[in-house]
């Protein structure tokens, strides 16, 4: 397998989802975009932004929030059929590329912000976009990069059998994570293998462990990274329990979130994914 191998399934899978991608993927559930709009409000405070480079598109999800906040934006992504989805309303200066984002041909130093939302694990060499990024960034410019699997909760969770009698939080989350391809193949006609290889950094490589992306963040040439665990086991359903008000769902999540954060690093595997900011 090699990264045209990759792309390829990619396009394939992207083709055939992107029409109900903003319906079926989670991340676009109005609490999780309330919360990614508040951490991109903040970098484009702290950079000042006028220009955003979004690598990884898809259907426009960042750049449906960007596009409030800065006057310009470009959106990269090698699904066409993702990009038709992409809304370019608003009044901000949007342009979309049909292009891979590892060879993308930017202008060095011409952004403020790049961002990579729910992108990186479809790659299969993270570095050759990484430097696109990095190219692309203006001195003292912030890449930000997010939903991205925790290799830490990805290992843990690959352990565990899918027929033992344990909690249904536990259950549910060996079927989303382990057993997905099923279910994209069932709802989606999605081959599993191309599934897989289009989520290679994902399911084949198991995610992304924080010191070897501090390590090649460095590397490329940024001069500082934070790496944030998010999204912890079980978070869900303290925020979907209807025995509460929708205050004390997130009060109990957000304490349940503070403990586990008071208990990093003992505590990252049970966080599902990884957030990235970095600056030039």
Same mark, same amino acid.
């Given at each position: 397998?090699?990264?045209?191998?990759?792309?390829?399934?990619?396009?394939?899978?992207?083709?055939?989802?992107? *029409?109900?991608?903003?319906?079926?993927?989670?991340?676009?559930?109005?609490?999780?975009?309330?919360?990614?709009?508040? !951490?991109?409000?903040?970098?484009?405070?702290?950079?000042?932004?006028?220009?955003?480079?979004?690598?990884?598109? +898809?259907?426009?999800?960042?750049?449906?929030?960007?596009?409030? /906040?800065?006057?310009?934006?470009?959106?990269?992504?090698?699904?066409?059929?993702?990009?038709?989805?992409?809304?370019?309303?608003?009044? =901000?200066?949007?342009?979309?590329?049909?292009?891979?984002?590892?060879?993308?041909?930017?202008?060095?130093? $011409? /952004?403020?912000?790049?961002?990579?939302?729910?992108?990186?694990?479809?790659?299969?060499? !993270?570095?050759?976009?990484?430097?696109?990024?990095?190219?692309?960034?203006?001195?003292?410019?912030?890449?930000?990069?997010?939903? *991205?699997?925790?290799?830490?909760?990805?290992?843990?969770?690959?352990?565990?059998?899918? /027929? =033992?009698?344990? *909690?249904?939080?536990?259950?549910?989350?060996?079927?989303?994570?382990?057993?997905?391809?099923?279910?994209?193949?069932?709802?989606? +006609?999605?081959?599993?293998?191309?599934?897989?290889?289009?989520?290679?950094?994902?399911?084949?490589?198991?995610?992304?462990?924080?010191?070897?992306?501090?390590?090649?963040?460095?590397?490329?040439?940024?001069? *500082?990274?934070?790496?944030?665990?998010?999204?912890?086991?079980?978070? +869900?359903?303290?925020?979907?329990?209807?025995?509460? $008000?929708?205050?004390?769902?997130?009060?109990? =999540?957000?304490?349940?979130?503070?403990?586990?954060?008071?208990?990093?690093?003992? $505590?990252?595997?049970?966080?599902?994914?990884?957030?990235? !900011? =970095?600056?030039?």
């Amino acid at each position: 397998m090699n990264s045209s191998d990759v792309i390829a399934a990619n396009i394939t899978m992207h083709t055939r989802m992107a *029409d109900e991608y903003k319906t079926c993927e989670p991340h676009f559930r109005p609490e999780n975009v309330e919360k990614v709009e508040g !951490i991109l409000k903040d970098i484009f405070d702290q950079t000042q932004a006028r220009r955003v480079l979004d690598l990884g598109c +898809g259907t426009g999800f960042i750049i449906d929030i960007a596009k409030k /906040y800065v006057e310009e934006i470009h959106g990269v992504d090698v699904t066409q059929s993702m990009l038709d989805n992409v809304d370019t309303s608003g009044t =901000a200066t949007i342009t979309l590329f049909n292009q891979d984002t590892a060879t993308f041909d930017s202008e060095e130093g $011409s /952004y403020d912000v790049v961002t990579g939302y729910s992108f990186l694990h479809h790659l299969f060499d !993270i570095t050759p976009t990484l430097k696109t990024a990095v190219r692309s960034l203006k001195p003292s410019g912030i890449f930000y990069a997010d939903l *991205d699997p925790n290799f830490y909760f990805w290992h843990e969770l690959e352990k565990l059998d899918r /027929y =033992a009698k344990y *909690d249904p939080i536990v259950k549910r989350e060996i079927e989303m994570v382990t057993y997905k391809d099923e279910d994209i193949e069932k709802n989606f +006609g999605i081959d599993r293998d191309v599934f897989n290889q289009a989520e290679y950094g994902k399911n084949i490589q198991g995610g992304f462990r924080e010191e070897q992306l501090v390590d090649l963040l460095g590397e490329v040439g940024f001069s *500082d990274t934070r790496i944030e665990y998010h999204w912890y086991i079980g978070q +869900g359903q303290l925020i979907n329990d209807d025995s509460y $008000s929708h205050e004390e769902r997130f009060k109990h =999540a957000d304490v349940m979130d503070g403990m586990l954060r008071k208990m990093l690093p003992l $505590s990252r595997h049970l966080y599902k994914y990884l957030r990235i !900011i =970095a600056r030039k």
